[in-house]
């Protein structure tokens, strides 16, 4: 792979872990806060199948498609040229959005029980064959599979576990004081390495940027506000469920806001990750997938973040890992994340970290010149 397409791919997979993607041409963003949200049909040009869907749910939708089937934009569309129906692939994704949303109507009562995934598993074309497997498979004489819930029997709730976590990194009152963050440190995209900053100021401020060889890409957001650069292109903005997921981002990166950004936190079950077994607690919030929150349980630290964004055709998830917990300020912070999404995944190491330090607000302000992308499906 040469140069400029791992660039471009770098890009790509780490404009935030909101999964922030924008393509080009667009004439106006799908909503504005003062309008009524419009749908897909009166923002982009040629749609066929998601009529009536919002606008903001369409790049994540096509997000899901992409991801689903192991495939890029191009795929299906021209580049530049999004709402010509060309190629018979996307003519064939027109029919087998149909289909699927035939069957969940017709079999689940309009459950979203069948998806893209549910059939292609990260391939364009689907398995239709059993796989041979090339290792002895045990003899399992009556195996009884449950499909009840795991009990939560003896485990602690979930506020008892948010409040560990809170003790776990110096306190609530130790971790409440910190306003601010400012950290820098390498992106790392296989084996490519990029420096990066990240500009942070509670409750909801956040701006990373990554320096490339050809330029800088920033993914930014204001409270309600989101927005990404990348080098060869304009501004571009958020959809309102990118920047809710940016916004989510943006809070946990401040221990004390866990139990103002979920309205309920349900324990769920344990699992073991790297050796560590972990509390799995639900963040409910409404209107909004719950996200999963994994706390080791001999640290008390938060190790995982696994939230989704809900689209037409199915959940996108983001995975986000934290770890080198180190005590800066009386306060522990991860100084190493790793963001994965079915797209890719890149791993932030902090190296240096100051906080408490003033932050003009003007470092959170959106550039005024804004463009944002037209795909049509």
Not at 40 to 68: C, H, R, W
Not at 98 to 116: L, P, S, W, Y
Not at 273 to 293: C, F
Not at 308 to 322: H, K, R, S
Request: charged residues 25%; proline residues 7%; glycine residues 8%.
């Amino acid at each position: 792979m040469g140069t400029k397409r791992v660039l471009a791919r770098c890009v790509a997979v780490t404009l935030l872990a909101c999964g922030a993607t924008r393509l080009v041409g667009q004439s106006e963003p799908p909503s504005t806060p003062s309008a009524a949200p419009k749908t897909t049909e009166q923002v982009y040009k040629n749609i066929q199948v998601l009529k009536g869907v919002p606008a903001d749910k369409l790049i994540p939708a096509m997000q899901f498609v992409a991801a689903s089937l192991g495939v890029q934009c191009d795929f299906c569309h021209l580049e530049n040229a999004f709402e010509k129906d060309d190629k018979e692939t996307k003519q064939t994704a027109r029919k087998m959005m149909r289909m699927m949303f035939a069957i969940n109507k017709d079999n689940f009562d309009g459950r979203q029980e069948v998806t893209c995934y549910a059939c292609h598993r990260g391939a364009h074309k689907p398995v239709i064959t059993p796989i041979i497997s090339q290792e002895e498979s045990p003899v399992v004489a009556e195996e009884k599979i449950s499909h009840e819930e795991p009990s939560t029997a003896g485990l602690p709730s979930g506020d008892q576990i948010v409040g560990n976590y809170l003790q776990a990194v110096g306190g609530a009152e130790a971790a409440g004081r910190v306003s601010t963050r400012i950290q820098k440190g390498t992106l790392t995209v296989g084996s490519e390495h990029f420096p990066v900053e990240v500009l942070a100021k509670a409750p909801a401020k956040r701006v990373t940027t990554v320096r490339f060889p050809g330029g800088d890409s920033v993914t930014a957001v204001n409270g309600d506000d989101g927005w990404l650069s990348t080098p060869s292109r304009a501004v571009h903005d958020m959809s309102p469920s990118e920047v809710d997921a940016a916004r989510t981002d943006a809070e946990l990166f401040f221990p004390n806001r866990i139990n103002l950004i979920f309205k309920e936190l349900r324990v769920q079950h344990t699992e073991q990750i790297d050796g560590h077994q972990t509390y799995i607690v639900l963040g409910m919030r409404d209107g909004r997938p719950p996200a999963q929150l994994y706390f080791d349980q001999e640290s008390g630290r938060l190790v995982r973040v696994l939230r989704f964004v809900e689209t037409p055709l199915g959940n996108n998830p983001t995975q986000i890992d934290y770890a080198d917990y180190r005590d800066e300020g009386g306060v522990k912070t991860p100084f190493r994340w790793t963001v994965a999404r079915p797209s890719g995944r890149f791993t932030i190491q902090i190296e240096h970290m100051q906080q408490n330090v003033p932050i003009e607000d003007d470092k959170f302000a959106k550039p005024a010149a804004t463009r944002t992308a037209t795909p049509a499906h």
